[in-house]
């Protein structure tokens, strides 16, 4: 591991995220953000500003977060011509995604010319997945032409939370079997037998598996001819309408923040109360289903915003695992298990339930760091 300092640069549809951070101390030497990004060179602009801000600072390297890598990558990678070419064929699969993170890519490149710029892919965790898991039952020569199939995403997420589940217990990756639940505005669970991914909730798509903020997971594939043929909406606004807003937000009419949402049912708002009953109902679905590409249930693991402050989200969550045999310890589920190691359930509870908190950027500039002498070993040679 190295001392150096890497840039670690987060640039989505209509966002850019940058942190400069030591990756042994994991300290945060700077952090910012642009928002409401529109427009042909939007992205350029705002990375030209954010990166005149880091004028004068040491950099050893910049990670760059990619959403989709489709089949070609399992790992993260030094981007070269080859692997930016890759990243642009996945843009079909990540339209919103994958032309915002090569924008980023390309300023910061024209910024930091001299030092190693890698991808670290959201799908890259989850080319673990086995056959049974990834493929969708449709003509098998639509995976093997155009490669329709379940890729996963939170990659980050799932695997710090899965490695650091690991150190607070004492053991080494490879001796759990895990079940992760990122939940924030995106939401996804994860199945992790050994340290590697063997399921998860997302899909083609992000907005595959659980109910989201505005996302509305699962629905039934015939919706969309429905919502065409019958509330006169196009294939676009079926699109827009289940990505933007529905789950947490389409159910309840008022919010995809469920800190919001916990106050109003709190007050009284009933489809406050459907909302969350529904969200916690479909995870607890999700994270038995994932149960099924495990031997057992070392570990429930909640992370992400939500996962990591919504006690009561928890709560009810494993009122429905009830069949696994979680025992909840109110007073450390009300303070996050900040005492107990993330440790929310009962000392000899059947199911281990634990609250790690997340730390994508962390991952992403020890991924970065990686590369940092070799980098330097071939400039010198």
């Known amino acids: ?22 990756p042994a101390s994991g300290d945060v030497l700077q952090r910012g953000m642009a928002e409401r990004l529109t427009g042909d060179g939007a992205h350029a602009r705002a990375l030209d500003d954010i990166l005149g801000k880091l004028a004068g600072q040491s950099i050893s390297a910049v990670g760059h977060r990619v959403v989709h890598g489709g089949e070609y990558f399992a790992e993260s990678v030094v981007l070269d011509a080859d692997a930016i070419a890759k990243i ?3 843009s079909a699969l990540a339209p919103l995604h994958n032309p915002a993170n090569l924008a980023g890519i ?15 892919f959201d799908t890259a965790f989850h080319q673990t997945l086995p056959p049974q898991a990834f493929l969708y039952a449709i003509p098998y020569e639509l995976y093997t032409r155009n490669k329709f199939r379940r890729y996963g995403f939170h990659r980050t997420s799932h695997r710090f939370v899965a490695e650091e589940t690991a150190r607070r217990l004492g053991k080494a990756p490879a001796e759990l079997e895990l079940v992760t639940a990122h939940l924030g505005n995106g939401c996804s669970a994860c199945a992790i037998r050994r340290g590697k991914s063997v399921d998860t909730t997302m899909g083609l798509t992000p907005l595959e598996g659980l ?21 006169g909406l196009s294939i676009g606004e079926v699109t ?12 309840s009419g008022t919010s995809n ?7 109003a049912r709190e007050r009284g708002d009933a489809r406050a ?11 607890a679905k999700a994270v038995l289903g994932l149960s099924a590409a495990l031997e057992r249930v070392d570990a429930l693991v909640f992370t992400g915003g939500i996962g990591e402050h919504a006690a009561p989200v928890r709560a009810e969550t494993l009122e429905a ?9 109110p007073e450390l589920n009300a303070t996050h298990g900040s005492s107990s190691g993330g440790r929310i359930t009962r000392e000899g509870s059947r199911l281990l339930a634990l609250v790690v908190p997340t730390n994508e950027e962390l991952v992403i500039a020890r991924e970065a760091a990686r590369f940092v002498s070799g980098a330097t070993e071939a400039r010198e040679r």
């Open 1 to 22: 591991m190295t001392d150096s300092r890497v840039l670690v640069v987060n640039s989505g549809s209509s966002s850019v995220k940058y942190a400069l951070i030591e």
């Open 88 to 90: 642009e064929a996945c």
């Open 106 to 120: 390309e300023a910061a490149r024209a910024r930091f010319p001299d030092v190693p710029h890698v991808a670290v």
């Open 211 to 231: 109910v989201m903020g505005t996302r509305s997971g699962d629905v039934d594939p015939n919706l969309h001819e429905f919502l065409v043929d019958r509330a």
């Open 240 to 251: 827009e309408l289940l990505n933007k807003k529905s789950g947490l937000l389409g159910l």
């Open 257 to 263: 923040d469920m800190r919001t949402l916990l106050e």
């Open 273 to 283: 109360g459907v909302a969350i009953g529904v969200f916690t109902y479909r995870l």
């Open 321 to 329: 695992l009830r069949v696994l045999g979680p025992v909840l310890e």
